[in-house]
């Protein structure tokens, strides 16, 4: 139990964790590479310095470190299953490469994706594919992985095609139903999830609709360059590699139907996942040339190669195509997110976010003020704390009297918390979701941002709504806007 003669949380006892945390990232990752010609600082020393600055600050303030545990172990519960997931989608790369469904996917890709659409598709499928299962982590982990194998072999720009995935992965982590952030986003502002759904149409969908028309033309701002002798030789090499290491059949697309059946259907992540991925392994059995130890090995450590004992020769590009997956391919996110989560688990003890935004956007008294104070805020705690469900939950209580009062439909609010939130978290370098993007597809941040347009658009236009009130639903005149 807390401490009963401990005063309330001032502001500044809830900024100093907050700015804490801010200097290490300025000087770790900006100063020390940019000014001072040094390597930046990891991230899980980052966030455990800034944890070790909030706990002190806390244990000042009188709480016990038993208190401390007990806050940080209930957050550490929250973020359990999302860091199962991370263990899931690794053994999932890997049993669809041993299985034969990611080389039989990509290989077919190769053969019917012109190479001057490569980036409009990556965007179009992932889209769809993202829509269809609610994740972007998954969409990315599964289909990315295809798409960007396939731009790899055909020499397109992989910076553009990781931008365009990510940002087709995001459109559907946005919009579709079965997305656990669309749920939280609906259920912190307190309206219909299809309200929701209807209200964000007015800002992602001209996003959307930008983006493709972009995408569309960089193919040819930046032809693919596979039609040469050389670039249709080195293709074809690597076509007959695939061919030769792994057997097609039809029924090694069953992992990708189960993932898509268990989320229309709504059932639960991990079962589903785990469930694809061993329908792999049965899969390996029946149709590749594998042992035991080949499909323990995929789950454990990821496929490699090697494994191909009745290949002679074995290809560069398949070696990094292939040679990946299993439950530590993401350990470095894993061990991110849960030190981002102690962090979090330790302000959360005074309110440290909610108190934030209660007093530094406190000024926002108009409509159009208060409808971009929540995207301030919600780009701020996202970024903070990488867990967009928080930054909803935090600002969705602290916004949602003052749109009742100033006549915003809640649904503009539960719009916002998407717009600023969710879709800038795959930019924030130190963003446990940016950093899974980075890892699975092997293109850094830094090299795919300014080629994700669809959530830069999406800021400009939910700006724009906020500063012109199209697509607000207003539903009462505001006589003084300073009230």
Not at 248 to 266: A, C, D, E, H, Q
Not at 292 to 305: F, H
Request: glycine content about 8%.
């Amino acid at each position: 139990m807390p401490n009963p003669s401990l005063k309330k949380t001032t502001l500044l006892q809830a900024l100093f964790p907050v700015l804490g945390l801010v200097l290490v990232l300025v000087y770790g990752l900006i100063i020390r590479p940019m000014v001072q010609g040094l390597d930046a600082f990891p991230l899980e020393i980052v966030f455990l310095t800034a944890a070790v600055i909030a706990i002190v600050q806390l244990a000042w303030l009188g709480y016990s470190w038993q208190e401390l545990q007990d806050s940080i172990v209930k957050k550490l519960a929250k973020a359990f299953p999302t860091i199962l997931i991370l263990f899931t989608i690794g053994m999932i790369i890997g049993s669809w490469i041993v299985s034969g469904t990611i080389p039989m996917m990509i290989y077919y890709g190769i053969k019917v994706i012109h190479p001057g659409y490569i980036y409009v598709i990556s965007f179009l499928v992932a889209s769809v594919f993202s829509t269809f299962t609610g994740t972007s982590w998954g969409s990315v982990g599964t289909v990315g992985i295809v798409l960007i194998g396939v731009a790899a072999t055909i020499n397109a720009d992989l910076a553009i095609t990781a931008g365009a995935i990510i940002g087709g992965a995001f459109f559907g982590d946005k919009m579709s139903p079965l997305s656990d952030t669309t749920n939280v986003a609906a259920l912190a502002a307190e309206v219909p999830l299809w309200d929701h759904i209807q209200s964000m149409m007015y800002t992602t969908m001209p996003s959307a609709a930008l983006t493709t028309i972009l995408y569309f033309i960089l193919g040819f701002v930046y032809p693919v360059e596979a039609s040469g002798v050389d670039a249709v030789a080195q293709t074809q090499v690597i076509l007959d590699g695939i061919e030769s290491m792994f057997s097609f059949n039809p029924l090694l697309l069953i992992p990708v139907g189960i993932v898509l059946y268990g989320s229309i259907k709504r059932k639960a992540t991990l079962p589903v996942l785990v469930a694809s991925s061993f329908s792999a392994c049965i899969l390996a059995f029946l149709f590749q040339q594998t042992t035991l130890a080949d499909v323990v090995q995929s789950l454990y450590k990821g496929y490699d190669t090697s494994m191909a004992i009745w290949m002679t020769t074995i290809p560069e590009e398949l070696k990094t195509l292939f040679n990946r997956g299993g439950l530590y391919e993401l350990s470095e996110p894993v061990v991110i997110s849960i030190i981002v989560f102690v962090y979090v688990g330790a302000i959360d003890k005074i309110n440290a976010m909610p108190i934030i935004v209660d007093r530094v956007f406190g000024f926002a008294k108009s409509r159009g003020a208060t409808i971009l104070a929540t995207l301030a805020s919600t780009s701020f705690i996202n970024a903070m704390t990488s867990n967009q469900m928080a930054a909803s939950f935090i600002v969705g209580e602290a916004f949602h009297k003052n749109y009742d009062r100033k006549g915003i439909p809640r649904k503009v609010l539960s719009r916002s918390l998407e717009d600023s939130g969710t879709m800038i978290e795959n930019l924030i370098p130190w963003h446990t979701t940016a950093i899974f993007m980075g890892a699975t597809l092997g293109v850094s941040v830094g090299q795919y941002w300014q080629w994700q347009f669809l959530s830069l658009i999406n800021f400009v236009v939910a700006i724009t709504l906020a500063l012109t009130g199209i697509g607000c639903f207003y539903q009462k005149p505001l006589s003084d806007e300073s009230n």
